[in-house]
């Protein structure tokens, strides 16, 4: 095979693998079934709005929801909100949509439904700091860990620990209704907690991830990169 035939290969079978990634082709296939009473979307990272209207283009019944995405990568929706907000440094507009995510999950019942779409990027658009941190010291934390060289997994078990709705913390919330996750990993061979560290994990179909997996551990690992000194301490959860 020539250097051309082998190139023009590789591209299709990168284009093939790309393509069928993409939500329209992937969404609908993985949808649970209508619930009885609402259906709430809520979600976050750079694909995630491309989800929330393929998930809309495909979906029987009434739906609402909430999504945060970086700025750029917004889309239309009929029925969820699309907000945009900074990535990789957070800023207020994030941390707005992240509160306003956490009341609409608020109040429902075990008749509901919450499908979160999940991808990567979230850790910074979906940022809302914890009681006492403010979002500037958030964003000083994330400022520090670009600095450093440290890698995304480490850099996420970090960052993880200052939110009140990254890593596990809008379970509580969501407990009553069932949960749907549906994530589009945003690094080759990204696990769940590689890819977004945002919703409990709850059975085969949870949310997500739970920070208190690996989060301890991966805690004592960080001071091996060169993080600044001052940065907010992590909450007690």
């Known amino acids: 095979m020539t250097p051309e035939a082998t190139r023009i290969f590789l591209r299709s079978m990168f284009d093939a693998a790309v393509g069928a990634a993409m939500p329209q082709h992937c969404v609908a296939q993985n949808l649970p079934a ?3 009473g609402r259906t709430i979307v809520v979600g976050t990272g750079k694909a995630s709005a491309a989800m929330a ?3 809309e283009n495909s979906w029987n019944g009434p739906l609402e929801g909430l999504i945060v995405t ?3 990568h917004g889309v239309p929706c009929r029925h969820i909100e699309i907000v945009e ?3 990789p440094v957070p800023d207020d507009a994030g941390a707005k949509g992240a509160r306003r995510m956490l009341d609409m999950m608020a109040g429902l019942t075990g008749d509901d439904l919450v499908i979160a779409l999940i991808s990567g990027g979230g850790s910074a658009l979906l940022s809302l700091p ?3 941190i403010s979002v ?3 964003r000083e934390v994330n400022r520090a ?3 450093s060289g440290a890698p995304i997994p480490a850099m996420n078990c970090v960052r993880k620990q200052p939110p009140a709705i990254q890593g596990g913390r809008p379970a509580a919330p969501a407990d009553p209704p069932r949960a749907g996750s549906r994530r589009a990993p945003g690094a080759p061979g990204a696990g769940p907690h590689e890819t977004c560290r945002r919703f409990r ?3 085969g179909s949870g949310v997500s991830c739970d920070y208190r997996q690996r989060g301890r551990a991966e805690w004592r690992a960080e001071p091996s990169f060169a993080v600044a000194e001052r940065r907010p301490k992590p909450g007690s959860h």
């Open 34 to 36: 209508r619930p009885k």
């Open 70 to 72: 970086r700025y750029g």
């Open 201 to 203: 994990r709850r059975g």
């Open 145 to 147: 860990l670009l600095r």
């Open 85 to 87: 907000a900074a990535h």
């Open 53 to 55: 209207q393929a998930l």
């Open 130 to 132: 914890a009681e006492g």
């Open 136 to 138: 500037e010291e958030k």
